[in-house]
């Protein structure tokens, strides 16, 4: 499996950005996809997942209501919406994914994943 994640770049706080990973490889619809983030000097975090199916989601507290996720099983493509920016979501987003075929969304940790992507860099000026 190969993931391409982009779509970061520089926003204001206040301002939105999409972020989009895509996957190669093998069944897309079999895979949990994931997005996390690491801050400069901070562990890798978890974000939000979206089920095999895209019929459940899970979000980290730090994004609950600002973010969204969602996925396209015919063009093998998650996305991560992303409003309300704040410095605070500064950090470098990775996309994951974990081979979940018929499970709900359930958050995870960073050692579940079974693939990873190169990440994309977030910047939100204050």
């Known amino acids: 499996v190969q993931l391409q994640a982009y779509g970061g770049g520089l926003v204001q706080a206040g301002g939105s950005l999409r972020l989009s990973c895509a996957h190669s490889?093998?069944?897309?619809?079999?895979?949990?996809m994931s997005w996390f983030r690491q801050a400069a000097g901070k562990e890798r975090e978890f974000v939000a997942t979206?089920?095999?199916?895209?019929?459940?989601?899970e979000y980290s507290s730090s994004v609950r209501g600002r973010f969204t996720i969602s996925r396209d099983n015919v063009k093998n493509t998650v996305y991560l919406y992303m409003n309300s920016l704040t410095s605070e979501d500064t950090a470098v987003y990775y996309c994951?994914?974990?081979?979940?075929?018929?499970?709900?969304?359930?958050?995870?940790?960073?050692?579940?994943?079974?693939?990873w992507g190169k990440g994309t860099l977030v910047t939100v000026s204050s």
């Open positions: 994951a994914a974990k081979y979940a075929p018929g499970t709900a969304a359930q958050v995870m940790g960073a050692s579940s994943a079974d693939y």
């Open positions: 490889g093998r069944t897309f619809s079999n895979y949990a």
């Open positions: 979206i089920s095999w199916s895209g019929d459940s989601a």
